[in-house]
């Protein structure tokens, strides 16, 4: 297993951030590192965990979802769930983008996608605020998405 990452490596990491869905060959030549080295620490640095999994920036206002809002959440402690198993659940709804435990005076924090307020007031109210677990929540709207 790789107790670290060399300069190779996070050159690598850099250029599939921006780059992901490139062909290793592509990789290949812009790094000026041979495919087969590519191809082979790409594997390495994913079977070692460095690498999670790829994936895809949506931009959700083109997707028709033109309210984005982190939702603060404090857990319940006398609920019948943990809060492990609760954000576990929140991250498997439909207009969840994220879910991360956090510290401070909240313990989850959800990052949501909505078509309009109205479905997103239906999400808080309906969904969320039902939810075994959840004691109080905070929603703040974005009016913009950097990163």
Known sequence: ?????????????????EHGRDKISDLSNALNIPRATIFE???????????????????????????????LIQYDSKSKTDQR??????????????????????DIMILTAQKSMK?????????LRTLDGVEKSLTIPLFERIL
């Open 1 to 17: 297993m790789l107790d670290s990452v060399d300069k190779k490596d996070v050159k690598i990491i850099d250029y599939l951030k």
């Open 119 to 127: 479905d997103l007031s239906n999400f808080v109210l309906e969904k």
């Open 41 to 71: 620490r790409m594997e390495r640095l994913r079977k070692d965990g460095f690498i999670k999994k790829y994936t895809v920036d949506l931009n959700y206002e083109k997707l028709g979802y033109s309210v984005l809002s982190y939702i």
């Open 85 to 106: 198993t609760l954000c576990n659940n929140l991250a498997k709804l439909d207009s969840v983008i994220s879910a991360s435990i956090i510290t401070g005076d909240w």
